[in-house]
């Protein structure tokens, strides 16, 4: 598996709670940003999935300063110094991420194009193997849940192996795809806000040296636009025949930003309305985390609820909380619970959302979560942040709303703080 960092992004966490602010190590150390420097070790081992770690795998440490379009890095065995100019206009390039360790100096001056000279690669056990056929090559989109605690900024990753895929995703790989002769592409774009973000892979080419450039189309919500503050991981996955034999380098190409225009494009109140029919500014697409699709309604008609003091879950007993939602409409169209918590084993916790009219549903049932995944550093601190299925849409949203988590377990957690973002119709 090759990892690569992509370039496009600043890190940044996209959380609605104000209790995070100041201190969003709750919600983000989970993974640490998982830069690619941290974490190379265990991306050349595949840690505890794969078994066993090459006495040639390293860690580095990397450290940048950018301002005003320059960037300095250091990495190990090397320097290297890049100025940039130009100016931007939607298009992205020339982002490099390699696996690997350099020698040598390296300088390059960019203006939508990098230059490389007096590079030399140390041998690390990876090494260029039957480089293909250059140019551009077929892809095939996949369908592939994001793992919901995946929070880093930007990460690309190709997949040589089930094995791999497996180790990452938690599953197996789909069927289709066949490993013997095909490998999977994936970039991910971060936690972004629902429904006007999504990214699409538009193409990958080989370069000389086992080099794997890939193109993005990124979409945006434009600022007439209003968003759920409710994040969900974004990304894609493509299949493509297996290029050569093992991939040294992944480079980010063009990125193209198609920045959605809410108040040009948008549709009226009542209209119907999905992440490719924005509304028009002042209204959110009800009913667009359930279905994919929904009614433009008023903003006003939206809260965010928030309780941020921290309550003990007794160890095989439970823990019951309730909250006020006030000043909405009358039945609701969207509600997303978010829950903070720290316990040692997820996998005991069920945790219920039970609203004003007394409907219970599921939240989290008995499910290992976070530690389900070996890049997942977890030392017992979570968050769940969901559209928990099993409200019908014609119930009362105004009054109390109850959260209920039971520990099967034996040694007790911490609720560190929990809210609700709820959208509302009148009926």
């Not at 919600?27 to 040639?56: E, N, P």
Request: proline letters at 5%; charged letters at 25%; hydrophobic letters at 35%.
């Amino acid at each position: 598996m090759t990892r690569g960092r992509g370039g496009g992004g600043e890190v940044a966490w996209h959380t609605w709670r104000p209790w995070t602010e100041g201190d969003g190590r709750r919600s983000v150390r989970a993974m640490k940003s998982m830069k690619m420097t941290r974490h190379a070790l265990w991306f050349a081992c595949l840690g505890f999935a794969l078994g066993g770690c090459s006495d040639d795998a390293q860690s580095e440490e990397d450290s940048g300063t950018e301002d005003s379009g320059t960037e300095d890095t250091d990495s190990t065995g090397g320097d290297e110094v890049g100025t940039e100019t130009g100016t931007e206009t939607g298009t992205e390039t020339g982002t490099e991420t390699e696996t690997g360790t350099e020698t040598g100096t390296e300088t390059g001056t960019e203006t939508g194009t990098e230059t490389e000279t007096d590079t030399t690669e140390t041998d690390t056990g990876l090494t260029c193997e039957d480089p293909g056929e250059l140019g551009p090559i077929s892809i095939t989109a996949l369908e592939q849940a994001l793992p919901e605690f995946m929070l880093e900024d930007a990460l690309a990753l190709s997949f040589e192996t089930s094995e791999d895929y497996a180790a990452f995703f938690a599953e197996a790989p789909p069927a289709a795809l066949d490993f013997a002769s095909e490998w999977a592409f994936m970039y991910y774009d971060g936690q972004r806000e629902v429904p006007y973000h999504d990214l699409t892979i538009t193409g990958l080419s080989v370069e000389d040296d086992c080099t794997l450039v890939y193109d993005l189309l990124r979409r945006e919500p434009g600022p007439s636009c209003e968003s759920f503050e409710w994040a969900r991981p974004t990304g894609a996955l493509v299949e493509l025949p297996a290029p050569f034999s093992s991939a040294l380098t992944l480079v980010e190409g063009e990125v193209e930003v198609e920045v959605v225009d809410c108040e040009a494009d948008g549709v009226g109140e009542h209209q119907s309305c999905s992440a490719d029919t924005p509304c028009a500014p002042g209204l959110i697409c009800a009913g667009v985390t359930r279905s994919g699709s929904g009614l433009c309604g008023s903003t006003d008609l939206k809260g965010v609820f928030v309780d941020e003091s921290e309550q003990e879950i007794p160890a095989g007993d439970e823990l019951i909380v309730e909250m006020l939602a006030d000043d909405l409409a009358t039945v609701d169209t969207d509600v997303i619970i978010r829950v903070e918590l720290d316990h040692p084993d997820p996998s005991a916790l069920t945790i219920t959302l039970t609203n004003p009219d007394s409907n219970e549903v599921m939240v989290w049932d008995q499910e290992l979560g976070p530690v389900n995944y070996p890049w997942f550093e977890f030392d017992g601190e979570f968050v769940i942040h969901r559209s928990p299925v099993g409200f019908s849409a014609d119930e009362s949203v105004n009054g109390t709303w109850t959260l209920k988590i039971v520990d099967a377990g034996d040694s007790g957690g911490t609720l560190k703080g929990w809210g609700l973002e709820i959208m509302s119709r009148f009926d």
